[in-house]
Structure formats: structure tokens, C-alpha cells
């Protein structure tokens, strides 16, 4: 069968990095994070002190940022690479997480950012998460999904997945962050975060991992024998 382009947007903490990597490793396709690219964006400019209110500051520093991904064969997984460093680990952190919407929605960013995205894609074959992937970024891909879940559950798994890094962090600390990223997202003049008209819901408030995977598979299937 073909390869497709799979897209999966959606809110913070609805578990869209973890259904993507699932999926990829499924189809042996590539799973490409695209939040991960804005948070080493965002490392970057935090690190070196780059005014983001200030365009040439900002045009200045994605002029010395690389990022690149590399599999890694302990994890089998993709991991995020700004300049040759591996910087995983260090943007899941909450400093990153609560300015990257703010970088994130800056115009030279996300041209910068989807324009890498884009070149990834040309072979298709490839899962990406993010918030614009099936609107903006690959907007006639062939399977869409959008993921969503109720605030509280998001909530409980963001700060779950935190406390294992930082156990000072606060459930209040993480559920005002989620509120102002999805504020964020939602409402910045670029690429906005939308469900794209041809993208299919994912609501897995209710769902387990297993639930959730076996049900996005049986889109992709279905999808890929119309491709045919």
C-alpha cells in the first residue's frame, strides 16, 4: 500500500506525542514531533537571552538554530536535536512549557518551524503531532485526526507526567498553565489551533492507551485502502 501523511492535532496533554509514536512504530513510518521543535526553539532563545518581542533579534537567532531528530535505539524512539546537542530532556521541563506558546506564536517562528516540517513530509510515510499539522502545515493529508479530553483529565495527566521530573510542581501550577496555552493556541493571529473541516475526533477522556490506538489504526487502515 501507499505511505500516507497522518496528522494528529489537538490540545495540551491529550496524549497526541504518545499516540503518534504508537502509530509510527505501527506503520514503520517516521513520527516527527513538531512541539518538540518549538520547545527547542524556545530553549534556544531562553538560553541566549533573545528579546522575542524584538523581529530582528528573533530572525537573527533561527538563523544559528539546527534542529534535527535522531532515532535512538534504546528507546526506539525519535529524539530532538538543537545544534548537535540532544536536548530531549530538557524542553519536557515547565520553564519551556510555559513560554513556548508564547514563541510558538510568532510568525518567522512557525514559517520557520513549518517549513522544516514540510520538508520531512515530502516522502510521506510520516506521523506528526503538533497543533496547525493538518491545517496548515500538510493541510491535504490523507488522514486527520484531532484529539481532545476533558480538562480535568488533562490536567491530571499533565501534572502526573511532571511530578516524575519535579515533585515541588503544583496540580495549580500546571492546570493555569494548560489554561493559558490552550488560551494561546487559540486564539494567536498565526495558525491558530482549529480542527481542520476533514479531520476525524479523537475524545479519549474515556479511552485507555490500547482503546485509543486501536481505534486511530482502524481509521488509518481504512484510509489507506481508499488510497489504494
Not at 518551524?113 to 491535504?140: C, E, S, Y
Amino acid at each position: 500500500m501507499k505511505k500516507i501523511i497522518v496528522t494528529i492535532d489537538g490540545w495540551s496533554s491529550c496524549g497526541k506525542s504518545t499516540l503518534a509514536r504508537q502509530l509510527a512504530r505501527e506503520l514503520n513510518y517516521v513520527y516527527v514531533d513538531s512541539g518538540a521543535m518549538y520547545r527547542a526553539i524556545t530553549l534556544y532563545f531562553l538560553r541566549n537571552h533573545i528579546d522575542w518581542t524584538d523581529e530582528r533579534e528573533v530572525h537573527k537567532a533561527l538563523g544559528e538554530i539546527h534542529l534535527d531528530f535522531h532515532f535512538n535505539e534504546k528507546t526506539q524512539s525519535s529524539e530532538m536535536y538543537l545544534n548537535d546537542e540532544n536536548v530531549e530532556y530538557v524542553i519536557r521541563d515547565l520553564v519551556i512549557a510555559e513560554k513556548v506558546s508564547d514563541v510558538a506564536a510568532i510568525r518567522e517562528v512557525r514559517e520557520f518551524a513549518v517549513a522544516q516540517q514540510q520538508k520531512l513530509g515530502k516522502k510521506k510515510g510520516i506521523v506528526m503531532d503538533g497543533r496547525d499539522i493538518g491545517t496548515v502545515v500538510f493541510p491535504d493529508a490523507e488522514m486527520k485526526i484531532f484529539m481532545t479530553a476533558d480538562n480535568a483529565v488533562r490536567v491530571e495527566r499533565r501534572f502526573k507526567e511532571l511530578y516524575e521530573k519535579n515533585p515541588n510542581v503544583t496540580i495549580e501550577e500546571v492546570k493555569n498553565n494548560l489554561e493559558m496555552r490552550d488560551y494561546i493556541d487559540s486564539h494567536r493571529e498565526v495558525s491558530p489551533l482549529r480542527k481542520a473541516d476533514d479531520a476525524v475526533v479523537l475524545d479519549n477522556t474515556k479511552l485507555t492507551e490500547d482503546e485509543q490506538f486501536n481505534l486511530a489504526l482502524g481509521w488509518i487502515h481504512a484510509k489507506k485502502k481508499e488510497k489504494k
